[in-house]
């Protein structure tokens, strides 16, 4: 590590977070041009970096994420040379078990009510989780534990053996038609974008059940509304929503819908919380990051922009 690391949090970090950083210069809140220009490392909500603010950092070596996705960074403000890194596995635990308890709960029935609904059974059936990062790994590898069969669909692979099978994404449309259950743990890129929309969902089972704890916008909303108007008998669950006005609107008309069920992007974990442990996470990337040359979850601009 260098003689001398400075380190910017946009929020007040909690003592777990500056345990990490132990040995590392680290400024909050206010701060002038000068201190700001010896930072290397600036940890940061994406969509809550102060217009500027990373033009004033002038020997800013890394931004660190504190969350999972990264869909809303200002990328033009990223210098060349310097390195985005998210969040992503401070996150798995529980939006993994956010997951299952959405897939769960519809497979069952418990989201409709005064009404017999038919409970869907997932033991010894066909789970596809569509991206494979730390989080889609882990409701993999809970899957396994039900005793289901496990597709992966992804870019990339964190754990590949909490899959039976794994494939590019590019097979997302083929694998879709074996489903029993479908798991979206996507993070919103270029790519990704719309993925999937009505013509695929159309391909599905007709008791499918489409669970979404990525990005409200992997999904297209239009199609989504068509397709469970059509198909009583498919369920969705999602635990994020659509982007309107800037930003995500949990204003859907799916809700009218007895086969649509949803959380209000929570899965994070509980409100209230101080969040220390994800911040923790951050800070510990950080250290890694100036102890090592290299750390987690680095991000590709080239897919976002």
């Known amino acids: 590590m260098s003689d001398h690391v400075a380190v910017y949090s946009t929020e007040a970090l909690p003592p777990k ?18 201190a700001l220009a010896r930072c290397q490392a600036l940890i940061c909500w994406p969509h809550r970096v102060p217009p500027g603010l990373i033009g ?24 060349p040379g310097v390195r985005l890194f998210s969040n992503a596995g401070a996150f798995t635990e529980s939006v993994g078990e956010h997951a299952w308890g959405l897939l769960l709960g519809v497979a069952k029935g418990v989201h409709i009510r005064n009404k017999r609904s038919t409970p869907r059974r997932l033991r010894g059936k066909t789970l596809l989780v569509v991206g494979a990062g730390a989080i889609g790994s882990e409701t993999a590898r809970l899957g396994k534990s039900l005793g289901m069969r496990t597709i992966g669909v992804s870019r990339s692979f964190r754990r590949p053996e909490a899959f039976d099978e794994t494939a590019p994404l590019s097979s997302l449309g083929d694998k879709a038609k074996e489903a029993d259950a479908i798991v979206m743990a996507l993070p919103l ?62 204003d859907t008309a799916a809700w009218e819908l007895p086969n649509f069920a949803g959380t209000l992007h929570n899965s994070g974990g509980p409100l209230g919380e101080d969040l220390s442990e994800l911040k923790a996470a951050a800070a510990a990337n950080v250290k890694r990051f100036f102890e090592t040359g290299s750390a987690r979850n680095l991000v590709d601009p080239s897919e976002y922009i």
């Open 17 to 34: 977070a500056l345990e990490e950083l132990e040995g590392f210069e680290v400024l909050e809140g206010q701060a002038d041009d000068d």
């Open 56 to 79: 004033r950092m002038k020997g800013l070596r890394m931004v660190q994420a504190m969350s999972a996705g990264v869909d809303s960074f200002d990328f033009s403000s990223l210098p």
């Open 189 to 250: 890129t270029k790519s990704t974008r719309g993925v999937v929309t009505y013509d695929l969902l159309m391909t599905t089972k007709e008791s499918v059940i489409i669970v979404n704890v990525g990005r409200g916008d992997s999904v297209n909303e239009e199609g989504l509304l068509r397709w469970l108007r059509e198909r009583p008998e498919s369920r969705f669950a999602t635990d994020v929503f659509w982007t309107k006005g800037g930003r995500e609107s949990f």
